[in-house]
T-cell receptor, first 113, second 117 residues
Framework: AQSVTQPDIHITVSEGASLELRCNYS??????LFWYVQSPGQGLQLLLK????DTLVQGIKGFEAEFKRSQSSFNLRKPSVHWSDAAEYFC???????????WGAGTKLIIKP | GAGVSQSPRYKVTKRGQDVALRCDPI?????LYWYRQALGQGPEFLTY????????KSGLPNDRFSAERPEGSISTLTIQRTEQRDSAMYRC???????????????FGPGTRLTVL
C-alpha cells in the first residue's frame, strides 16, 4: 500500500539558514509527488510537484525538491529561509490515473529570529 | 479568479445535530474532493466527484457522512447525528479534471473547522 512518511514533526531553523524537510514514500510504481504548504488560516498551497523528467524540481517561493528513486525520497529544500516560511509542510504521493493523494503527517517549520 | 471557498469557516455544534458544509470550487473545475484533517495529521481522503457524479466515496467513515454535487459545481458534505469524534478540519479541493494519466493539481479551500461538543 502507498504511504508517505515525514519523519520530522517539528523543525526549527534560524532565519537565513538553509532548510531541508524530509519525505519518504512507499509506492510500487513511478510515483507522482507533491509538496504543499499550509499557513495559518490558509488553505493548502502547492509548492511544487514531480511527475517525470529532471529529478530536481523548482517550485514557488524559492523552494526546490529532489526525487531520489533509490532512496524513495522527495526532500524539500530552500537555501535561505525567511520568517514568512513558518508554516506546516505536507508531502503527498499520487498514483497513475488515481485522483487520491496519500499524505504525510506534515512537518511544522518554526523560524528563529 | 476566485479560489475555492468553503463555508462556514467555523462550526460549533452539539452532539447529535446535523451539519452541512459547503464548498464552492474554482469556476470550470470538473473535479471536486473532500478531505478530513485531524490535528497533527495530513488530510485524509473522503470522497471525489467528477462533474455531478460521485465517483468514489470509499473514504467516508460511515453512513452518517454523505456528499452531493447536484449541478456539478457547489458541493455539500453533510454529517448526520454528529459525534465528538467528527471534530476536525474539513477541506475541499477542486481540479481541472483528471487526465487519467497523472493526478491533477488540486487547489484547496481554507477549510471548515468543525467542533462537536
Amino acid at each position: 500500500a502507498q504511504s508517505v512518511t515525514q519523519p520530522d514533526i517539528h523543525i526549527t531553523v534560524s532565519e537565513g539558514a538553509s532548510l531541508e524537510l524530509r519525505c519518504n514514500y512507499s509506492y510500487g510504481a513511478t510515483p507522482y509527488l507533491f509538496w504543499y504548504v499550509q499557513s495559518p488560516g490558509q488553505g493548502l498551497q502547492l509548492l511544487l510537484k514531480y511527475f517525470s523528467g529532471d529529478t530536481l524540481v523548482q517550485g514557488i517561493k524559492g523552494f526546490e525538491a529532489e526525487f531520489k528513486r533509490s532512496q524513495s525520497s522527495f526532500n524539500l529544500r530552500k537555501p535561505s529561509v525567511h520568517w514568512s516560511d513558518a508554516a506546516e509542510y505536507f508531502c503527498a504521493v499520487g498514483a497513475r490515473g488515481n485522483y487520491q493523494l496519500i499524505w504525510g503527517a506534515g512537518t511544522k517549520l518554526i523560524i528563529k529570529p | 479568479g476566485a479560489g475555492v471557498s468553503q463555508s462556514p469557516r467555523y462550526k460549533v455544534t452539539k452532539r447529535g445535530q446535523d451539519v452541512a458544509l459547503r464548498c464552492d470550487p474554482i469556476s470550470g473545475h470538473v473535479s471536486l474532493y473532500w478531505y478530513r484533517q485531524a490535528l497533527g495529521q495530513g488530510p485524509e481522503f473522503l470522497t471525489y466527484f467528477n462533474y455531478e457524479a460521485q465517483q468514489d466515496k470509499s473514504g467516508l467513515p460511515n453512513d452518517r457522512f454523505s456528499a452531493e454535487r447536484p449541478e456539478g459545481s457547489i458541493s455539500t458534505l453533510t454529517i448526520q447525528r454528529t459525534e465528538q469524534r467528527d471534530s476536525a478540519m474539513y477541506r475541499c479541493a477542486s481540479s481541472l479534471g483528471t487526465s487519467g494519466i497523472r493526478p491533477d493539481t488540486q487547489y484547496f479551500g481554507p477549510g471548515t473547522r468543525l467542533t462537536v461538543l
